[in-house]
């Protein structure tokens, strides 16, 4: 992993280099840029690979006090990283609250965007998302002792894998999910950070309804890819992500619950590689 300093604080990320397209891609919360090692390994061929890990709970370096860790906020972190690395014609991939962030990206206007692909993800009025998101946010109204003391839970794998955790996100990736839990655990600083992105999320209200209505307005390729069998995030809600974009198109993926890259990677990498041909050579 390699470090950058940003305005917020200091945020780590993978750069796998090389001459192909930029491939930069978004975890959700409480997870970390280990999310796509699976669709990295496979992309990294042809592509360059560029996965940051953001101060979503599972990252390693403490924000500054001062730091926005709002879901806009972030999204501006986000932009200020792809600036920072000057990185351009980027195909943005998002999934989970990646998704929503790659969202308020899109809908901002993304100069450094040329492809966003969204992978089942909060949208419109599911966020916080389902079950997982909504309990989550919940242990958020904690003070951060108390929410750590909470959290001591997902130390317990039957209690990881429970719906109200991470039993609906993913049907196989229970190591990566233990691996997540690390920081927030042990770190107090940490905890902190966490209490506060979801303490805004609470607060965010109608945020990804109005994200979605500027998504008229991206006007380069599009892709959603969803699982079909979703339990959190509503697969009617991919296919009217797909028709919000003028050049939007989906894809469905059986066999997966809303963590993709972990349940059906090479799945996914296929379906990210093709996309960014075919769009590339219209």
């Not at 390699?2 to 919360?29: K, W």
Request: include cysteine; aromatic fraction near 6%.
């Amino acid at each position: 992993m390699t470090e950058i300093e940003l305005s917020a604080g200091t945020i780590e990320y993978r750069d796998t280099g090389g001459d192909g397209p930029t491939v930069v891609a978004l975890h959700g919360l409480l997870m970390d840029a280990s999310l796509w090692d699976g669709p990295v390994a496979d992309l990294s061929a042809d592509h360059r690979c560029v996965v940051p890990t953001l101060p979503l709970g599972a990252h390693r370096h403490a924000m500054r006090p001062d730091a926005d860790l709002t879901l806009p906020g972030i999204a501006r972190l986000v932009t200020e990283f792809l600036d920072r690395l000057d990185l351009r014609e980027v195909t943005l991939v998002g999934n989970d609250t990646g998704g929503a962030l790659a969202q308020l990206i899109a809908g901002d206007g993304a100069s450094r965007v040329g492809r966003v692909v969204l992978v089942s993800c909060d949208a419109f009025d599911n966020f916080p998302p389902g079950v997982p998101g909504k309990a989550v946010v919940l242990t958020g109204k904690l003070p951060p002792s108390a929410f750590g003391v909470f959290m001591q839970q997902m130390r317990v794998r039957p209690l990881r894998r429970l719906p109200i955790a991470f039993g609906w996100l993913t049907k196989r990736g229970d190591a990566a999910t233990a691996r997540w839990m690390r920081p927030i655990l042990t770190r107090p600083e940490i905890r902190r950070d966490a209490v506060r992105v979801l303490r805004g999320i609470a607060k965010a209200g109608d945020l990804l309804v109005g994200a979605a209505e500027r998504l008229r307005g991206f006007d380069r390729p599009a892709l959603v890819v969803w699982a079909s069998a979703d339990r959190v995030m509503p697969p009617e809600h991919g296919r009217l992500l797909a028709k919000l974009f003028p050049q939007g198109r989906l894809v469905e993926v059986d066999d997966s619950y809303t963590l993709i890259p972990l349940d059906q990677p090479a799945a996914l990498a296929r379906i990210v590689r093709e996309f960014i041909h075919a769009s590339a050579t219209r």
